[in-house]
């Protein structure tokens, strides 16, 4: 079954430092996505990507975030100035491309970013 | 988007159904209802959704009632591997993007 690839699945940066969270979606999706999760907290939105666009970003998605879609499969999440507390895991998921599909996000399986 | 209410935990025995039930009272008439789990800390894994009828799959079942208010996911024989957080997710999908707002979820424990 075609799957979402994130790497590295571990990054550890230091505070101040720019980092770039990689994803390689599924081939034929339209539909990109970033959410993050807090240790031991909730699965948060950041942002939705469609077309070269942003679709949708949620609040935590400021100034120091951006997406890109630099070719045709991967799409990446840069943190420009990293602080302690974008430590978190970064998921990746690609929805969209087939009737069967449209619904449905496929999530990577994340990469664990620890800021010091 | 409407707002869901699920147990914090519950737990089931290895073999038997788990029923895990959600609250969606203010869902609206074009709203789905979706499923998904999250295993430890993997990403979260689509298991099913639908809008007025039952749905099953090769994962599980979905009841909803009549009134939409209120839904169940039946994992039919759970296993150990079943063991996750579970949840239920109320969105409107008209095509296009979609957005899931993860809550805290139901956490499932499986035991022998």
């Known amino acids: 079954e075609p799957e979402v690839t994130q790497t590295p699945s571990h990054q550890v940066t230091q505070m101040g430092q720019e980092v770039i969270l990689r994803c390689v979606p599924i081939s034929n999706h339209l539909y990109f996505y970033w959410y993050r999760q807090i240790l031991g907290q909730k699965v948060e939105f950041l942002v939705s990507?469609?077309?070269?666009?942003?679709?949708?970003k949620s609040e935590i998605f400021d100034d120091q975030f951006s997406v890109e879609r630099p070719d045709g499969s991967n799409f990446t999440l840069k943190i420009r100035s990293t602080k302690l507390e974008d430590s978190a895991m970064y998921f990746c998921?690609?929805?969209?491309?087939?009737?069967?599909?449209?619904?449905?996000?496929?999530f990577g399986s994340g990469t664990q970013l620890s800021v010091l | 988007d409407a707002k869901t209410t699920q147990p914090p935990s519950m737990d089931c025995a290895e073999g038997r159904a788990a029923n895990l039930p959600c609250n969606h009272s203010?869902?609206?008439?074009?709203?789905?209802v979706y499923w998904y789990r999250q295993i430890h800390s993997q990403g979260p894994q689509y298991i099913i959704h639908?809008?007025?009828n039952n749905e099953t799959n090769e994962m599980a079942s979905l009841i909803i009632t009549e009134d939409r208010k209120s839904s169940t996911l039946i994992l039919p024989h759970a296993t150990l591997r079943d063991t996750a957080v579970y949840y239920c997710?109320?969105?409107?999908?008209?095509?296009?993007?979609?957005?899931?707002?993860f809550g805290a979820g139901t956490r499932l424990a499986v035991h022998p």
């Open positions: 990507f469609y077309n070269n666009e942003i679709s949708e």
């Open positions: 639908g809008l007025k």
């Open positions: 998921a690609s929805s969209g491309g087939t009737p069967a599909t449209n619904e449905k996000l496929f």
């Open positions: 203010t869902i609206s008439g074009n709203e789905y």
């Open positions: 997710i109320v969105r409107a999908f008209s095509g296009g993007y979609n957005k899931l707002i």
